[in-house]
């Protein structure tokens, strides 16, 4: 279950591995809003983590235009909270409100470092920070995202052929009532 520490904005990652070989034990990560300097790291790590874990759900947009969207309303809308390790954006949660609840509308971690904690306290983040219930969509075939998810108190609420979504990929929404007990 996700540790519902209070928002103290660190965590204990032990064994963290970095691309360059890199390795710290406990290495910290900090939690911070995202600025406009950040908007191409995280337009690198939604690209690069689709990439690496989507290869089924290819982009609906090149990369230029991701990119600028990222800088110009991803980032502007507020809700876009990032993990940085070492001074290195490693993390990315994107949230917001509207009628039905709150949103986890965009996460990713640097593919590099998958199952090291960063995404379980990006998402600790969100619940500590958004009203319930907190609603998200993945892709029915991303089982790793949706193990997580499962894993963390979010229950299957609803199952598409994905012609709503513009990858035209089957998904599924997610939605957390309840904040899980540890």
């Known amino acids: 279950m996700v540790p519902w520490a209070p928002p103290g904005y660190r965590a204990a990652l032990c064994s963290l591995n970095g691309r360059d070989g890199s390795r710290a034990n406990p290495l910290s990560a900090i939690l911070r809003s995202a600025t406009s300097a950040d908007a191409p790291r995280v337009a690198t ?4 983590t689709r990439r690496a874990f989507m290869p089924y759900a290819p982009s ?5 235009e991701l990119r600028e969207w990222v ?11 990032v ?36 995404g379980t306290l990006l998402l600790a983040h969100a619940v500590r920070t958004l009203a319930l219930p907190i609603r998200l969509y993945t892709f029915q075939a991303n089982a790793g995202a ?13 199952f598409t052929d994905g012609q709503a979504n513009e990858e035209r990929c089957p998904d599924v929404l997610y939605e957390l009532r309840a904040i899980p007990a540890p």
């Not at 790590?45 to 690069?48: A, P, R």
């Not at 609906?60 to 230029?64: D, F, G, I, T």
């Not at 290195?88 to 593919?111: E, I, K, L």
């Open 45 to 48: 790590l939604l690209i690069e």
């Open 71 to 81: 800088a110009s309303v991803l980032v502007p809308s507020g809700g876009v909270t």
């Open 83 to 118: 993990a940085e390790v070492l001074g290195r954006v490693v993390g990315v949660v994107a949230t917001a409100h509207s009628q039905q609840g709150s949103w986890v509308r965009q996460m990713a971690v640097d593919p590099a470092l998958v199952n090291q904690g960063i």
């Open 60 to 64: 609906a947009h090149p990369e230029p």
């Open 146 to 158: 949706r193990r997580f998810y499962e894993r963390h108190g979010f229950v299957p609420v609803e």
